[in-house]
């Protein structure tokens, strides 16, 4: 019975420093319906509430941050094990994927404007490098038959110099063969999350005298089509 007592006194005590029922349990061991028991008389301050508060916000924290952790953990191994399946690409391969992306990203030669130009226009670097080694390595088409326009918008022209350096770098071609800066006067949706200095624009690639690969690409979006 004292030993009870002696608990049931620390118990009060520790409550009334704005210890919670959990940590006082970790202190004192026995039943919660004792501990509630009690306790159920001990009113708070506002501090000690404020305490308990706090330490709530705080493990609601530390447990928002542990499933963080677990969906990155979760999504690295996912996408590693994805990354996997793909193996090596053949040359056939890589050509498809090419005309993919041209039939969804390339310009495209209508009835009433005959001979358009081979045009691909994209801001993703990946796909911008990997359309480039489509061009050069698979169509075997020769550097010097390309031309690249960059579109800005225009609240970033003192920008300029930073972008053409950071498309030259992604494409691996020097700085002269972005010499077509055009510049978007629209005004810029803040809803857009590539402002700032993360913003490069828009890269377009045409191929010079290009008109009948345009039409061979027509040919092969065809094809796949009928698969």
Known sequence: MISKLAEKESAINLRRQGFSYSEILERIPVAKSSLSLWLRSVGLSKKQNQRLTEKKLAAALRGALKKKEDRLLRTRI????????IGKLTG??????????????????????????????????????FFLDWLLKILRIPRDMLIFNIYLHENNKHRVQEVIEYWSKQTSFSNNYFQHIY?????????????????FGILKINVRQSSNLTRKISGWINGITRQ
Do not use: H
């Open 78 to 85: 996912t996408k590693e094990a994805a990354e996997k399946e």
């Open 92 to 129: 056939r391969e890589k050509w498809l994927i090419g005309t993919a992306l041209y039939w969804a990203e390339g310009s495209k030669e209508k009835e009433w404007s005959p001979g358009s130009r081979t045009q691909f226009i994209n801001s993703d670097p990946l796909m911008v490098r």
């Open 183 to 199: 510049y978007k006067k629209n005004r810029v949706n803040t809803k857009r999350k590539n402002i700032g200095n993360s913003y």
